[in-house]
Every structure is written in C-alpha cells, then in structure tokens.
C-alpha cells in the first residue's frame, strides 16, 4: 500500500491525473476502471486540460464505470452514465463504444450483473481502478455488510448512503433505492488501484479503512490486500492517519 499526502484537493487531483495518465501512454489501450462523485471532478478536468493541450490520447481506452443507478437511463441527469459524459466522456476523444457503465434500464439483476462480468473478463480485465470512497467505508456501492460481495450485484442502499448522495437530487425521495455496483473481487483483480479522498469528513474512515483491521465492515479495508493499492488524500482527509 502506498500512501501519497497531497497538499490540497487541486494537488490530490494532479497527482492522480498524473497516474492516470502515465498508465495510457505506457498502455494506449488500456482499461481504465472509472468512479462518479465529488472527489474525482479536479481529476477529470485535469485530465480533460491535458488532452486538449494534446499531451494524452484517449482514442484507444475503454473505460469500465464502477456503479449506476438501477432504473436511471444514461440520459437521465442523475444518472451515473449522464455524470461521466458531461464531467469527462464529452470532453475527450474516447470511443463511445469503447465507453461501459452499468446498465440501469436493464431491471433483471441477474441478466445485467452478467452481462457486466462478462463484458469485463472478455475486455481483459481492469488495468487501472480509480476509487473514491464513502463516510462508511463502501467502495463502488459495495456497502459495509457481513461479507465481501464478489461479482457485480445489485444493492439496496443503505440510509445514509441515500442522505449523503441526496445533494444531487431535489429532495431524499427522488434518490433511487437500488443500484448496480461492480463487486469486491472484480475491484481486487484490477492490475493497479487508485483511491483518491478529500475533506475533512474522510479523515477518520480512511483511518479506520487503511489503519485498522481488514473486515467487510468497512469495504474498502480489503485494499490493505492489494498488491498494488495507492492512496492520495490531502491534508484534510490524511489528518488522522498520522504519517
Ligand atoms: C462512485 C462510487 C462511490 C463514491 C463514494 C465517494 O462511482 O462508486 O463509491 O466514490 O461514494 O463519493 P464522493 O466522491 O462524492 O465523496
């Protein structure tokens, strides 16, 4: 486990677009694992500065999207798939075919969690993972449970998952209950994995995450594991692992 303290979240961003971006010139098609959410905003816009100064090349990635919403459709503003195109997707010159996330439309659990395995394992696998992670732990919308789900699954999200991503709907009703996540042993098998975090509200779960025991309490835990796991956070977020 590598850990990386930057000094701010333009930092943390930089550091991270900067991985991000040696693993497409060192594989021009590679697959890169994708994550929605506040904090990998700075890193798709430095990204996004860099291919249009023309310094990376996106012509060739396929980019997989950790989680959707089950029930959302792609051009639904709140959906996963409408945050990626609009945050990064539309900005660069990525192939739309060469573009996944999770089907939410598709309302059979079973067809759609299949479909995304197999759509990983025939594309090779995950070269990159870029992970951000919840107050509670959870990587993707693999929430903190008894055990490790491994394949991709459907999930109830748990009510202060619903109020933490309330912000982005109109009110808590309009948050979808269910969603579709890639599993805990999918993430593990990716070659690298890239977790950035930012804000004081991520100080003590990183600490319980990377400085307490493994357990499916806490997800994200299981990436101590990880034969190559990288961690950015900035101040903030990094105050309570006392390094
Ligand atoms: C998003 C995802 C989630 C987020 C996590 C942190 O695709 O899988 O696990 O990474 O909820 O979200 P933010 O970045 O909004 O704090």
Redesign the pocket.
């Known amino acids: 486990m590598k850990i990386i303290k930057a000094k701010t979240y333009k930092d943390m961003s930089r550091k991270a677009a900067n991985i991000i971006s040696a693993q497409v010139i060192m594989k021009p098609n590679c697959v890169l694992g994708l994550?929605?959410?506040?904090?990998?905003i700075g890193l798709y816009e430095q990204l996004i500065d860099w291919y249009q100064k023309g310094d990376i090349d996106f012509s060739e990635v396929t980019t997989i999207?950790?989680?959707e919403y089950r029930g959302l459709s792609g051009d639904n503003p709140q959906s996963?798939r409408y945050f990626m195109d609009e945050h990064f997707f539309k900005h660069i010159n990525i192939r739309p075919e060469n573009i996944n996330v999770p089907d939410g439309t598709n309302l059979d659990v079973q067809a759609e969690c299949t479909r995304y395995d197999h759509l990983i394992m025939d594309k090779g696998g995950i070269d990159l993972q870029l992970?951000?992670?919840?107050n509670n732990g959870?990587?993707?919308?693999n929430e903190p449970d008894s055990a490790f789900e491994l394949g991709t699954h459907c999930i109830d999200l748990l009510e202060s998952?619903i109020e933490?991503n309330a912000r982005f709907f109109e009110n808590e009703d309009e948050v979808p209950r269910q969603a579709y996540?890639m599993g805990i042993k999918t993430i593990m098998q990716a070659h690298k994995v890239l977790m950035i975090a930012n804000g004081k509200n991520?100080a003590a779960i990183l600490k319980e995450a990377f400085l307490g025991p493994v357990t499916p309490r806490v997800p994200a835990s299981i990436l101590q594991m990880h034969p190559d796991f990288t961690l950015i956070g900035d101040e903030e977020a990094m105050s309570e692992m006392n390094l």
């Open positions: 994550a929605t959410g506040s904090t990998p999207n950790l989680d996963y992970l951000g992670i919840g959870h990587i993707g919308f998952t933490a996540t991520k």
